[in-house]
């Protein structure tokens, strides 16, 4: 069966240091994969998504970054962050070419401070 | 371009009670249809889904919904709630193909003794 491991669960760093959050998704080849972003009390915002290597399409302009150095895994990267990229970010992959179901991380919640 | 309106931000009703959460979206063709829960600090999980035949679908913990294309609603029910049951809940809309799925903002639901 399919699963999808995302880490850290937790993170606290400075307003400037840089981010570093990983996804991986086993079972399953050629997924798509996607970070969503929510603030608190807020919606899921869609911040990037990857139909393949190399094919990653950014939603938000913003200081955040997205990677896939590998075909199941998806990374979320900022160089300096900033105190409104505090939230709770949740990865997530669907089958290329299907009904766009996603399957979802447990996320990780982030404090700038 | 698809959308989802969730007309309710925050729901409470009382445990045992009956309760119904409205999802309305827009989209030329006959979309794919999804219902998230989302515990407090937890990934999504998805309840249920509808991609064609029967307009009624069961989904886990008791949920159904009914997508009835006139309204172009896909409203989400349970006949007795539990207060387990108290979650945000998230609407999608998707097609076919690579297109992320397209979220309503989510209605919260509490529930009271």
Known sequence: SQTIHQWPATL???????????????????????WYRQAAGRGLQLLFYSIGIDQISSEVPQNLSASRPQDRQFILSSKKLLLSDSGFYLCAWSVAGGTGE???????RLTVL | AQS??????H????????????CNYSYGATPYLFWYVQSPGQGLQLLLKYFSGDTLVQG??????EFKRSQSSFNLRKPSVHWSDAAEYF???????????????????????
């Open chain 2, 60 to 65: 886990i913990k008791g949920f159904e919904a």
């Open chain 2, 91 to 113: 609407c999608a809309v998707g097609t076919s193909g690579n297109t992320p799925l397209v979220f309503g903002k989510g209605t919260r639901l509490s529930v009271i003794a």
């Open chain 2, 4 to 9: 989802v309106t969730q007309p309710d931000i």
């Open chain 1, 102 to 108: 996603l399957f979802f991380g447990e996320g990780s």
């Open chain 1, 12 to 34: 606290v760093q400075p307003v400037g240091s840089p981010l570093s959050l990983e996804c991986t998704v086993e079972g399953t080849s050629n997924p798509n994969l996607y």
């Open chain 2, 11 to 22: 729901i409470t009703v009382s445990e045992g009670a009956s309760l119904e959460l409205r």
